[in-house]
């Protein structure tokens, strides 16, 4: 968007101290539309214009993994990004620490991205977090006062901009994964699909077809790699509740990612928490994809377009100069005045 933009749109905004909000139109995806279909958004709402003078830096990528994925299930996905040009970091789940029995939880996991996340905020890092079925969850739980604009508000830097979620469970407060499961009547099947020690751990029962459900195009041999990166999970981890007081992503804008053939997550599941994210007045904007479960797998290059989009949304807004933006800034102030349309706000 070009910078001399700024001032009018600020100005015609109902909500003017925010730099770039719903009134402003973002520029059309630059995404082939022959990857995806029924592809909808609301314009995400990035944060406030005293946020920027310290967040005009290139994103970092956080992917928290989910429910028996390792970083290395990532791969493929994370490589893309890289060669991209992006910071990434894939920290392993402490749910997947191997203990038995399990020492770790989704509280457990909840402290420790929370942790790893502040880290790169207080580093001054933008960042953008990509979660992936259970890790909706621990997302969900642990990083709504860690939104870059409730950092803003404390005069803290950095935060998180966005959330990328790839058929993963964003619920609100108070609700379980297998709350979901039991309100679409899938309650029965839980045994069926996962294989539960006695001391709560589980694997998948059938992890080709129920997490890949490869398509034809897809390689034997790199299922089978695929496949071997998955390990035993802390089962309990379904059934925990979100205990946050408030969930990230009423604070953080959402871009999700449905998986239209999963076996896991189906896709009505995911429709349902697009739905429901929406009617609680959130952010989101969503894609569908031909895939199973693991769409970072199989639909690798169109999920690291859209992460690349949403990177290039964020550079186009952020990346001024401290004298460009301060110019803006002054220009849509002095209109304002003119106008008489409400109070004042000062320049760095």
């Not at 933008?126 to 909706?136: D, L």
């Not at 999970?233 to 953080?252: E, F, H, L, V």
């Amino acid at each position: 968007m070009p910078c001399l933009a700024f001032p009018f749109s600020l100005c015609l905004s109902k909500r003017y101290p925010t730099l770039v909000d719903a009134s402003i139109s973002i520029s059309p995806n630059t995404l082939s539309p022959s990857a995806f279909s029924n592809h909808t958004s609301s314009h995400p709402q990035f944060p406030t214009y005293h946020t920027i003078a310290m967040s005009t830096s290139k994103p970092v990528i956080l992917l928290i993994p989910g429910g028996w994925h390792t970083p290395n299930s990532y791969d493929k996905l994370t490589n893309l990004l890289k060669s991209s040009g992006h910071e990434v970091h894939v920290p392993a789940l402490h749910s997947m620490n191997g203990a038995r029995p399990p020492t770790a939880d989704l509280e457990t996991d909840t402290a420790v991205f929370r942790e790893y996340t502040q880290n790169l905020a207080d580093a001054g890092k933008n960042v953008i977090v990509i979660t992936h079925s259970y890790s909706g969850q621990v997302a969900t739980n642990g990083l709504s006062d860690l939104a870059i604009t409730n950092r803003s508000k404390q005069g803290l830097p950095g935060g998180v901009v966005h959330l990328v979620s790839l058929s993963a469970f964003t619920i609100t407060e108070g609700r379980s994964m297998f709350d979901i499961v039991d309100q679409f009547g899938h309650a029965s099947l839980m045994p069926m699909a996962f294989d539960f020690a006695e001391d709560g751990t589980c694997v998948d029962r059938d992890p080709k077809g129920l997490l890949v459900t490869p398509g034809p195009e897809e390689a034997d041999s790199e299922v089978d790699w695929y496949l071997g990166t998955l390990q035993r999970w802390n089962g309990k981890c379904m059934y925990q509740p979100i205990t946050a007081n408030r969930a990230a992503w009423r604070d953080i804008p959402v871009t999700y990612v449905l998986s239209t053939r999963d076996m896991t997550v189906p896709v009505d599941y995911q429709r349902w928490m697009v739905d429901m994210m929406r009617k609680e007045g959130a952010e989101v904007e969503d894609f569908e994809l031909d895939s199973g479960h693991s769409v970072d797998f199989s639909r690798a290059k169109e999920v690291s377009e859209i992460v690349n989009n949403v990177v290039a949304r964020y550079l186009s807004i952020f990346g001024f100069s401290s004298l460009q933006l301060e110019n803006a800034l002054y220009a849509a102030e002095h209109l304002i005045k003119l106008l008489g349309t409400g109070p004042q706000h000062s320049t760095f």
